[in-house]
Nanobody, 121 residues
């Protein structure tokens, strides 16, 4: 499935952003989805994931309580609401689709192009 991520930008520390990820494909609802992020020179880091029906979600410790992952299957859109942003949240954020929820990037078969999030202090 082809994925397109958007919504990144520059935000002040403490502010909010909402990332979106869409697909022109028809099999959207069959996939679990995840958000990952990567800082230059570092490995890609799992942020959150969600089951195909939205019933189950998971978050990494650094973002738990501040980020919310959700999806709208009829609109074929995945979201990541990011609140109380910190400087350490700055990264390129990627959405990914896979057969099941996973913290491992190798378990995802399709990836979006990434969207840059910059947090100013």
């Amino acid at each position: 499935v082809q994925l397109q991520a958007s919504g990144g930008g520059l935000v002040q520390a403490g502010g909010s952003l909402r990332l979106s990820c869409t697909t022109p494909g028809r099999k959207w609802s069959r996939y679990a989805m995840g958000w990952f992020r990567q800082v230059p020179g570092q490995e890609r880091e799992w942020v959150a994931d969600i089951s195909w029906d939205g019933a189950n979600t998971g978050y990494s410790d650094p973002v738990k309580g501040r980020f919310t992952i959700s999806r709208n299957n009829p609109q074929k859109t995945l979201y990541l609401q990011m609140n109380s942003l910190k400087s350490e949240d700055a990264a390129v954020y990627y959405c990914a689709a896979g057969a099941e929820r996973s913290r491992n990037e190798g378990d995802y078969e399709s990836w979006g192009q990434g969207t840059q999030v910059t947090v100013s202090s």
